[in-house]
């Protein structure tokens, strides 16, 4: 698979986000995340994971998701996909 791949995982979470599908936008960011991504994008990744476990009221898992974002960003190194 290519990075244009996982962009465009992102862009169909995107619009299933919109279309309130959280849990399709949840697995459509994972497989972009499975991938492989620059750091940048994988803490992108990571924060659209952290808001739809926010809508799914799953405060714990958006927690972890957020946490992840924010040190992917500090280290650039890529963290477990799993929550």
Not at 5 to 21: I, P, T, V, Y
Not at 56 to 78: D, F, I, N, W
Request: proline letters at 4%; aromatic letters at 4%; hydrophobic letters at 35%.
């Amino acid at each position: 698979m290519t990075a244009s791949s996982a962009e465009q995982l992102r862009k169909e979470g995107n619009e299933l986000f919109k279309c309130g599908d959280y849990e399709g936008a949840l697995t459509a960011y994972t497989q972009a995340l499975d991938l492989g991504a620059t750091p940048q994008d994988r803490a992108v990744l990571h924060r659209n994971r952290a808001a739809c476990h926010l809508k799914l009221e799953e405060y714990e898992k958006a927690e972890t998701e957020a946490s992840k974002a924010v040190l992917t960003l500090e280290t650039g190194v890529p963290s477990p996909t799993s929550v």
